[in-house]
């Protein structure tokens, strides 16, 4: 009776989504790459996992406990922050690095922001960097049982040759889930069937990424060499679960071209000029910073308003 | 001087150095300076030097200034603040450069930056443009020294966290992998913002213990009678802090109420009078 008596202005009609479920989503697309990277790492990888994940909802409970908020862990966007976390570092990571990185994405990025919404950067990539900076040596190395040796984008950097289709398949070093493309993309394919995220984004983000390589690499239209920069490094994880993140991206159509157009070209940037092979995290990083600005201009004009007298 | 004044100005001294010391600390409370503070704390003794460099300038220009203060014209005011300070800057530079040479080298750029360090030009235009020179000298002593330790504060934590050191000597057991992050720029936002925030928690929790003192004050000595009570102004201190509104409300509709009917009878006693003419 309750719920038939309930009396609230419009709208009526509600869809059942709600942030639980995209969360949970996301959780499931999230699987197969991260399957994977246990798979392929071995066992320190899946501990890398679980603490990043048990860190990053604990530091949100203890918070919210601690500032007697709503505990909001429920709505598992803690974990999906700490599973993206642990899927950005490196195999062998010790577990210390893990726990810091889960404290700092949830507690100075997240949550002194004012939670789930407010934050205007990705937790996930903001701890990352934090702590690329802090301890690079640790966070850039790759070498674990499985494999020794630079990664395929390094190796690409030097002027090696790859085996493209390892990389696709993700046999190669690299961080715990961004190595396989076939697994990523098989998670982003439930996110598109379930409606979670569309491809404005991220074929922006891929298409304007590829052009920037074809032009300024000096390779041309290489297909190999286009191939294993796709298949390379983070590109894919970011462009389909970062950069995609519902709170620091653009909300406005345009927008989401301009950022995703953005973050193609700063990649290129990093990975063609900078002095290491990577750069997704910093571009996205720096494209949420420029979200506020972008949706200033790219916010559509109702019907009627603004635009040009006759 | 007679006695009185001497008082005046010993205390307005104390005053205004307290006051830069704490209760204005040029950092955490009125965040100016930020260039320095942010680039320079790499190490506890970076920011001492920063900090101390800072002082002897705003000491001597706060000084001068208030010497001149009565000379200078208003519209020229700040050129001749600045090329006031901009000399104390010079001596203050070539005396680290002949005698700290290593201090000299790790501060690089922002010893000449002093000259428009915006705690220098904002004392000399908001104190010592007003004041006499004794108090100017303490108000540049205490801003100096506030912003010293400041400065050492965040220079310190960075420098543990970052380099695992203080002043130079291993603090952290050698296990510590130092978190590098905090000896670059983004580590200076972090602790700057942290020690600004604790400050912020201590101080608000010495303001609430200050007030609940106040407030026992108040009610200590009551004997609850107030009928015979000699302290005639008690009731308002008591009621004003108690209940809040109800005595005022009461008052304020008492006022209104006359006065709502007073116009209406004047305008009866016009009209009566016109009638009557």
């Keep these: 009776m309750g719920n038939m008596l309930n009396v609230s202005s419009n709208p009526h009609i509600r869809s059942s989504e709600s942030t639980t479920k995209i969360m949970l989503y996301v959780i499931i697309a999230l699987l197969p790459t991260t399957c994977f990277g246990v798979y392929n790492f071995g066992l320190h990888a899946l501990l890398v996992v679980l603490t990043t994940v048990a860190t990053t909802v604990l530091t949100e409970l203890i918070y919210e406990l601690l500032m007697k908020k709503k505990v909001t862990i429920g709505d598992l966007s803690a974990a999906v922050t700490g599973l993206l976390l642990a899927l950005n570092l490196p195999p062998q990571t010790p577990l210390w690095v893990a726990v810091m990185g889960g404290v700092f994405a949830i507690l100075v990025v997240k949550m002194l922001f004012g939670g789930l919404g407010q934050n205007f950067m990705n937790p996930a990539l903001g701890a990352r960097c934090f702590l690329l900076i802090s301890f690079t040596s640790i966070m850039t190395n790759f070498e674990c049982d499985a494999y020794t040796g630079a990664t395929p984008l390094a190796a690409l950097k030097a002027g090696e040759s790859v085996n493209v289709m390892d990389m696709i398949i993700g ?12 697994a990523i993309v098989l998670g982003a394919c439930i996110l598109i069937l379930l409606g979670v995220i569309d491809l404005r984004v991220p074929g922006s983000y891929i298409v304007s990424f590829v052009i920037f390589i074809v032009l300024f690499s000096g390779k041309g239209l290489d297909p190999q060499y286009i191939s294993a920069q796709l298949a390379g490094g983070g590109l894919m994880l970011g462009a389909f679960f970062m950069a995609t993140d519902y709170v620091t991206r653009p909300i406005t159509k345009k927008g989401q071209y301009v950022y995703g157009i953005f973050l193609g070209i700063m990649t290129g940037i990093f990975r063609l000029f900078g002095p290491s092979a990577e750069g997704v995290s910093y571009a996205i990083i720096i494209g949420n910073l420029l979200v506020p600005l972008i949706e200033k201009f790219t916010t559509p004009k109702p019907f009627g308003k603004g635009g040009e007298r006759a | 001087m007679s006695e009185e004044t001497k008082m005046k100005t010993s205390s307005a001294s104390a005053d205004a150095f307290v006051n830069g010391l704490i209760k204005e600390n040029p950092t955490f409370v009125l965040m100016l300076g930020m260039c320095p503070t942010l680039a320079v704390t790499t190490s506890a ?68 930056l002093i000259v428009v360090n915006c705690i220098i030009l904002g004392r000399a235009e908001a104190f010592a443009s007003k004041n006499p020179v004794i108090p100017s000298a303490f108000d540049g002593l205490g801003m100096g020294l506030g912003f010293s330790v400041a400065l050492t504060c965040i220079g310190a934590v960075r420098e543990i966290l970052g380099a695992g050191e203080l002043f130079g000597i291993r603090v952290m057991p050698e296990s510590y992998v130092p978190i590098s992050i905090f000896v670059l720029a983004p580590g200076a936002f972090f ?49 004003d802090s108690k209940a809040e509104g109800t005595i005022a409300e009461a008052a304020t509709k008492a006022e209104q109420a006359p006065k709502a009917e007073a116009p209406v009878q004047t305008e009866q006693a016009v009209e009566e009078k016109k009638e009557e003419n």
Aim: proline residues 2%.
């Design chain 2, 45 to 112: 003794m970076n920011g001492l030097g920063m900090g101390l460099t800072t002082t002897v300038v705003l000491v001597l220009s706060n000084m001068l200034i208030s010497l001149l203060r009565n000379i200078i014209p208003a519209k020229v005011r700040i050129p001749a603040f600045i090329v006031i300070i901009a000399t104390f800057v010079t001596v203050v530079e070539l005396l680290l450069q002949g005698f700290m040479s290593s201090l000299y080298d790790s501060l690089g750029i922002y010893i000449p």
């Design chain 1, 171 to 182: 046999r190669t070093a690299g961080t715990i889930g961004e190595t396989s493309m076939l």
């Design chain 2, 191 to 239: 602790v700057l913002a942290s020690l600004t925030a604790l400050q912020n928690k201590i101080k608000r929790t010495l303001a609430e213990k200050g007030k609940k003192e106040e407030a026992d004050k108040i009610q200590s000595g009551c004997s609850s009678d107030c009928m015979n009570c000699s302290d005639a102004g008690c009731a308002h201190r008591f009621y």
